[in-house]
């Protein structure tokens, strides 16, 4: 008869109760779920940019302007995955976190920088019109926090 | 939310940091559990002392449950960690030479490091000849390159199986407390068998 030390029992007991509930939370769906969300919030906002008569993709340097036009392509192919795996999530992981800042920021320049109608810019009767102001875009540029690296490891 | 260096929530530079603060806390607990001591590591070959799958395997299901539970508390993201990529037949052969150089040495390369701190000339000696390993292994690599060719991606247990984390990690809790009171069987009855045959010799 095996006898069981009270540390053991209880870090027995606690490892089950942690895996019993994972598995009631089931955080794979939830994950999936999440980044599901995330897509479609991106698809909204890509969404207001292109149907905007500003040309917001100015604004962005020559990657940031690649990375837009490969997620645009990919969320016109994009299904939603059934199941959790690693690789597929991985992927989608770093997909929407590298480009979530960019999208954010050409929404929100296109918010700030929409044009008001004409009859309200032209000024009665001025000879020289003053040039518009120059629309500025939002302060902070778009500084994706997320880093991944491939070349990490044990 | 983490992992917080690749959420830019802490610098990058500090993840090093902490995990060499870890590294010195890992270390420090294999030497108080006994592990600076090549008998009680190769031991285990004897099947005589357990002691190294208990202490490596608790630490593995604890991890395991602990990434789990903060994942589906929504603390983690598990598709963030880095999982090395299967390479199965290099594992197999790079996993049957450590073991052979394990029994033949007294140690494995953390408990090397360990015993060399703690001043143990043979754990010395054994870390120099895990350097040239390193060199003899590295410098004609091209030999056995292919071996590294058509790598498998992450190979995980839940997908193998079809099973949820949370199911896998329930039968890997299960799976080490049945390891342990198979060891625990299996030690008493060598040991019994020792003490009987030192009797009679």
Same mark, same amino acid.
């Given at each position: 008869?095996?006898?069981?030390?009270?540390?053991?029992?209880?870090?027995?007991?606690?490892?089950?109760?942690?895996?019993? !509930?994972?598995?009631?939370?089931?955080? $794979?769906?939830?994950?999936?779920?999440?980044?599901? @969300?995330?897509?479609? +919030? #991106?698809? &909204?906002?890509?969404?207001?940019?292109?149907?905007?008569?500003?040309?917001?993709?100015?604004?962005?340097?020559?990657?940031?302007?690649?990375?837009?036009?490969?997620?645009?392509?990919?969320?016109?192919?994009?299904?939603?995955?059934?199941?959790?795996?690693?690789?597929?999530?991985?992927?989608? !992981?770093?997909?929407?976190?590298?480009? $979530?800042?960019?999208?954010?920021?050409?929404?929100? @320049?296109?918010?700030? +920088? #929409?044009? &008001?109608?004409?009859?309200?810019?032209?000024?009665?009767?001025?000879?020289?019109?003053?040039?518009?102001?120059?629309?500025?875009?939002?302060?902070?540029?778009?500084?994706?926090?997320?880093?991944?690296?491939?070349?990490?490891?044990? | 939310?983490?992992?917080?260096?690749?959420?830019?929530?802490?610098?990058?530079?500090?993840?090093?940091?902490?995990?060499?603060?870890?590294?010195?806390?890992?270390?420090?607990?294999?030497?108080?559990?006994?592990?600076?001591?090549?008998?009680?590591?190769?031991?285990?070959?004897?099947?005589?002392?357990?002691?190294?799958?208990?202490?490596?395997?608790?630490?593995?299901?604890?991890?395991?449950?602990?990434?789990?539970?903060?994942?589906?508390?929504?603390?983690?993201?598990?598709?963030?960690?880095?999982?090395?990529?299967?390479?199965?037949?290099?594992?197999?052969?790079?996993?049957?030479?450590?073991?052979?150089?394990?029994?033949?040495?007294?140690?494995?390369?953390?408990?090397?490091?360990?015993?060399?701190?703690?001043?143990?000339?043979?754990?010395?000696?054994?870390?120099?000849?895990?350097?040239?390993?390193?060199?003899?292994?590295?410098?004609?690599?091209?030999?056995?390159?292919?071996?590294?060719?058509?790598?498998?991606?992450?190979?995980?247990?839940?997908?193998?199986?079809?099973?949820?984390?949370?199911?896998?990690?329930?039968?890997?809790?299960?799976?080490?407390?049945?390891?342990?009171?198979?060891?625990?069987?299996?030690?008493?009855?060598?040991?019994?068998?020792?003490?009987?045959?030192?009797?009679?010799?």
């Amino acid at each position: 008869m095996f006898r069981l030390r009270k540390t053991i029992l209880v870090g027995l007991i606690l490892l089950l109760a942690g895996s019993v !509930a994972v598995a009631l939370a089931n955080p $794979e769906q939830r994950a999936l779920r999440s980044y599901n @969300a995330r897509l479609e +919030a #991106l698809k &909204a906002e890509l969404k207001v940019v292109k149907n905007s008569k500003v040309d917001a993709m100015q604004m962005l340097d020559e990657s940031d302007r690649e990375t837009v036009k490969s997620v645009e392509e990919f969320l016109q192919t994009y299904e939603t995955p059934q199941t959790y795996r690693y690789e597929t999530m991985r992927d989608l !992981a770093i997909l929407v976190l590298s480009t $979530e800042p960019v999208v954010n920021y050409l929404s929100m @320049a296109v918010r700030t +920088a #929409l044009p &008001a109608p004409k009859e309200e810019l032209a000024p009665p009767k001025a000879a020289v019109q003053p040039p518009p102001p120059p629309v500025a875009p939002p302060a902070s540029a778009p500084i994706p926090s997320f880093k991944i690296g491939e070349d990490e490891g044990c | 939310m983490g992992p917080l260096d690749k959420l830019g929530l802490i610098p990058e530079w500090y993840g090093m940091e902490i995990a060499v603060l870890a590294g010195f806390f890992f270390g420090l607990a294999l030497e108080r559990a006994g592990f600076a001591d090549p008998r009680k590591l190769v031991n285990i070959f004897y099947l005589r002392d357990f002691a190294v799958l208990r202490v490596m395997f608790t630490a593995i299901v604890t991890c395991a449950v602990g990434l789990g539970v903060l994942w589906a508390a929504g603390l983690y993201r598990m598709e963030l960690i880095y999982i090395l990529p299967t390479k199965l037949t290099a594992q197999i052969i790079g996993g049957f030479i450590i073991g052979v150089g394990f029994v033949v040495g007294g140690y494995c390369p953390t408990t090397s490091v360990v015993a060399a701190v703690t001043g143990r000339l043979d754990a010395v000696v054994f870390l120099l000849g895990m350097c040239l390993g390193v060199v003899g292994f590295f410098v004609p690599f091209r030999l056995w390159s292919g071996l590294y060719e058509g790598v498998q991606g992450q190979i995980l247990v839940p997908e193998v199986l079809g099973l949820s984390w949370g199911v896998t990690l329930l039968l890997i809790v299960v799976m080490a407390a049945c390891m342990f009171m198979v060891a625990a069987w299996v030690e008493k009855k060598i040991n019994k068998e020792d003490v009987f045959a030192q009797a009679s010799g």
